[in-house]
């Protein structure tokens, strides 16, 4: 692909389609197998972040990179390297103060910036590679935490750069910001370049046809399972400034799939339902019991289990062995009179999970550690397993691992639909979440936006969803 | 095969036991009756408080804290013993009164670590200074003594054979704690609280209950061991156990406790209490000064927190799997 100066090019593209890869290539964090890249029409390698700056590429984030107390002024000079080894405050005031005019924005440049909004943070960060003469500006998301307003006056900023010839690579998942602003759109799907168009030639339909269509044929097969009685019932479950009305009911045996792009704030709704970040509004009924969960422990309580996307942080403690892990959140049902841990118990447990889900470790005192990320992934399975939970909340399961572990995780999966668990699967990865689900939920930006039977789903149509470019009204259930 | 060998002296109870043995080996050859079990007892009688705070001191560190209040606990206790019985209050009572003091102080600490989230190096250093202020506030700096004949008994005479009180209490107090810490639940939960307290708080472990309960654990007995302290010396005044919780957490972190919580073992610590004690009488008897000591001790301490590192880079370096985190602990899958 090419950026043309003063353009402003929007990129899009499913999660994982290798956005975020490409601009980590531009702006020098990873080296790319291969390609080339040329700046300028002269083959450039950009071996480092100091290389890009030198080459007059900078990036701006969803959630800008300040340095939050130092001031404005400061920020936006970080990175020179040319002005000798004494700070001249002065000077620096008036050469911030200049370049946050070409901006047309006011701010108090000896402020520290801890104190600005993100919409402000980011007219810092954007003034910052004004001032290292940026060529080419990557916008990550850069909307996506900004209020109308904000938008409005950022949008006002890109188009004064674009005026000054600055190439702008704008990602957003937002469509209508795209439509708003792009003058040419890029997809990319599978880590491939798809296409790119003039804006004009483009409509939210087109762009999601292309952003679709990843392959579906190594995905898994659900068994069909006869659906139970309703076990939990959520009713516009809300955490004030994440998300809101979230309202869904869930049968044993079947598996609710929770879609959306990055920041959609699924993995929000299932800490809500554990009780680590409690709904402060809205009702849970499990088998048609209202219950109040504010911590694990209630969540455990009333048969709700949940596992965490971030494996390596929060999943297992690594020191410790399988069958301590497993045991970890029902250590007492392992315990003696006398308080201490029967290890014969624990191990004949632990034991059980190994064979059933077969966990590739030499014992079940191995350290959960050493194993491969599959493995790990199945321990932590079988911790949560062992709970015997109504409700399995399992998010991102299959994140990070290979295809064959997938596909075992995936197997897992349909098994606890067989054994009458009701599980909600929260994926990242649309062709996962419609094999494996018997209905989606499709979030976008903490709203909830669509429930699909899963016959009635296609991924453009989630994926639309999730943009929110609803083709067909919401279904409430 | 050869990884195996590697590994088992690696185990850093392994080390201290050499350690150990070098040490009673040359000082037992160069000073004769050292060995004699009578010199062992008195040599382990002169800092049997300390040891026994070492204990409590253990699950502090494995559970990820730091408690530095522990020695003006201990002086705090024991002034208020003398404190009350200055004002009429028998002993016995006074001791009571102190163990329950000693309590709240620990409770005290654990409030504003576990249920505010402060860093225990903070909350426990204003302890440090807060409680011996309160110590000396009771009696300045007088010096009071003059306990009834029973309390001094128990502290400076053998009771059974040729063991003080303390020494036996300490005894009792070791199996109990090894017993808890290897092989109960609360132990399992200090372990996984310190090692992290994020996925046992994702797996539905209550992390302030097990915090609170050490650090209680570690103001109980802290006062216990200030009260003992009493009796042993007949005498307390408002800087008595001063510094002591340099000597302590030095001997817990020489056991192979980290630092940063969630490792070490039992047998590793009373390894270390036998190293130190028997490193600073050796050294004693070989006329070092107490700066010398010191100084040897302050080498073993930062050698025990730079070995397991370096072990550790060097293992990762090498390929031996694993990250470096987890190559520092590899005592813990043996739970």
């Known amino acids: 692909m090419a950026l043309q100066a003063g353009e402003i090019h929007a990129l899009l593209g499913e999660n994982g389609a290798g956005k975020s890869t490409l601009i980590k290539i531009m702006t020098g964090v990873v080296q790319p197998d291969g390609g080339d890249v040329?700046?300028?029409?002269?083959?450039?390698?950009?071996?480092?972040?100091?290389?890009?700056?030198?080459?007059?590429?900078?990036a701006v984030y969803q959630e800008p990179m300040i340095f939050p107390d130092l001031s404005v002024a400061e920020n936006i000079f970080i990175s020179h390297r040319d002005r000798g080894r004494i700070v001249d405050r002065g000077a620096m005031r008036r050469d911030a103060e200049a370049v946050l005019d070409r901006l047309g924005v006011r701010l108090d440049v000896g402020e520290p910036a801890r104190g600005l909004t993100v919409a402000a943070q980011q007219t810092v960060e954007i003034a910052k590679a004004l001032s290292l003469r940026v060529r080419v500006l990557i916008m990550d998301e850069p909307t996506a935490s900004l209020s109308a307003h904000e938008v409005r006056r950022?949008?006002?900023?890109?188009?004064?750069?674009?005026?000054?010839?600055?190439?702008?690579?704008?990602?957003?998942?937002?469509?209508?910001?795209?439509?708003q602003i792009a003058d040419r759109v890029t997809v990319l799907r599978d880590g491939r370049w798809i296409s790119t168009r003039p804006r004009s030639?483009?409509?939210?339909?087109?762009?999601?046809r292309d952003m679709v269509g990843r392959t579906m044929g190594d995905f898994f097969r659900r068994t069909p399972t006869r659906p139970g009685d309703v076990v939990l019932e959520v009713r516009g479950l809300a955490r004030e400034g994440v998300f809101a009305g979230v309202s869904f009911t869930l049968r044993a045996g079947e598996v609710l799939g929770l879609a959306g792009l990055v920041g959609a704030r699924r993995t929000d709704v299932g800490l809500a339902l554990f009780g680590i970040a409690p709904a402060d509004a809205g009702e849970v009924l499990v088998d048609s019991r209202p219950v109040t969960i504010r911590s694990p422990q209630d969540a455990l309580r009333v048969g709700i289990a949940y596992t965490t996307e971030d494996r390596r942080q929060l999943g297992l403690v690594f020191p410790l062995s399988i069958a301590a892990n497993v045991t970890l959140p029902t250590l007492r049902r392992y315990l003696s009179r006398f308080g201490l841990v029967r290890r014969a118990a624990e191990d004949a447990v632990a034991q059980g999970f190994k064979e059933r889900l077969s966990i590739r470790a030499p014992s079940v005192r191995t350290a959960a550690g050493s194993l491969s990320g599959g493995n790990q992934q199945k321990v932590v399975l079988s911790k949560w397993l062992n709970t015997r939970p109504r409700v399995f909340i399992l998010d991102e399961p299959t994140r990070g691992l290979d295809v064959g572990a997938k596909a075992e995780v995936h197997q897992i999966i349909d098994e606890l639909a067989h054994d009458g668990i009701a599980v909600i699967l929260i994926s990242s990865e649309l062709p996962e979440v419609l094999a494996m689900s018997d209905r989606i939920l499709v979030m976008r930006e903490g709203r909830q936006m669509a429930v699909f039977d899963s016959a009635e789903a296609t991924q453009e149509r989630v994926l639309a969803a999730a943009m929110g470019q609803l083709a067909t009204p919401a279904v409430v259930v | 095969m050869a990884r195996d060998i590697f590994r088992r002296l690696v185990r850093w109870e392994g080390l201290l036991l050499a350690i150990l043995a070098v040490i009673v080996v040359v000082t037992g050859i160069a000073v004769p009756g050292y060995l004699n079990p009578q010199n062992q007892i008195n040599l382990l009688e002169l800092s049997i408080e300390k040891a026994i705070v070492v204990l409590a001191m253990t699950f502090v560190i494995v559970s990820g804290e730091i408690d530095l209040s522990i020695a003006s606990v201990m002086g705090l206790s024991a002034v208020l013993v003398a404190w009350l019985k200055e004002q009429g209050v028998p002993v016995e009572v006074g001791i009571i009164a102190a163990l329950l003091v000693g309590a709240l102080c620990g409770l005290f600490n654990g409030y504003w670590v576990a249920v505010i989230g402060l860093p225990s190096l903070a909350v426990t250093l204003a302890g440090l200074i807060g409680y011996r202020g309160a110590a000396l506030l009771l009696v300045g700096d007088r010096s009071i003594g003059g306990f009834p004949e029973w309390f001094?008994?128990?502290?400076?005479?053998?009771?059974?054979?040729?063991?003080?009180l303390a020494l036996m209490v300490f005894a009792v107090l070791l199996v109990g704690a090894t017993v808890l810490l290897q092989f109960s639940g609360f132990g399992r939960y200090a372990y996984v609280v310190g090692s992290s307290p994020e996925v046992a708080r994702f797996s539905g472990v209550r992390v302030r209950r097990v915090k609170l309960a050490v650090f209680a654990m570690s103001g109980v007995v802290s006062a216990f061991a200030g009260v003992l302290l009493l009796a042993r010396l007949g005498a307390v005044r408002g800087s008595t156990a001063e510094g002591f919780e340099l000597d302590i957490i030095t001997m817990v972190l020489l056991g192979g406790v980290s630092i940063f919580g969630g490792s070490g073992t039992m047998a590793g610590v009373i390894l270390s209490i036998l190293v130190v004690l028997n490193l600073r009488n050796g050294l004693a008897l070989a006329n070092a000064t107490g700066n010398t000591q010191a100084g040897v001790i302050g080498a073993l301490l930062i050698l025990s927190v730079l070995v397991p590192n370096l072990v550790a880079a060097a293992r990762s370096r090498l390929g031996r799997g694993g990250s470096a985190e987890a190559a520092v602990i590899p005592k813990l899958s043996d739970l």
């Open chain 2, 152 to 164: 001094n008994r128990l502290g400076q005479q053998p009771l059974l054979g040729p063991f003080p």
């Open chain 1, 201 to 208: 030639e483009v409509t939210p339909a087109s762009a999601i």
């Open chain 1, 154 to 179: 950022l949008f006002g900023i890109v188009k004064a750069l674009r005026g000054e010839g600055v190439a702008i690579l704008f990602i957003s998942h937002r469509m209508e910001d795209v439509f």
């Open chain 1, 38 to 58: 040329f700046v300028d029409g002269r083959q450039v390698r950009v071996g480092s972040a100091l290389e890009a700056q030198a080459l007059g590429i900078a």
